[in-house]
């Protein structure tokens, strides 16, 4: 059961002394978007990296059996 007396939390958004912005211009925000395409594109190659080796390590040790149907060809 809850006691009736407890304390509210109480959270302040604006802080007592504020402070100015940074200033940030054009140039720092493009710098900023295409330094982090080039990190997304680095994890996405290294990922794809990873996981190509994996399939193929994995495919070389679980061969399948060999089919033993006749070749389809719609010239014979």
């Known amino acids: 059961m809850q ?3 407890s304390r509210p939390y109480v959270v302040s958004v ?3 002394t504020p402070v100015e912005a940074e200033q940030i211009t ?3 925000l493009l710098i900023g978007s295409v330094s982090m395409a080039g990190v997304l594109l680095a994890v996405a190659l290294v990922l794809g990296l990873v996981f190509g080796v994996l399939r193929v390590g994995y495919l ?3 061969t399948r059996e060999p089919d033993h149907m006749p070749p389809v060809s719609p010239f014979d």
């Open 26 to 28: 054009v140039a720092d």
């Open 14 to 16: 604006i802080p007592d």
């Open 3 to 5: 006691s009736s007396l």
């Open 60 to 62: 070389k040790l679980f």
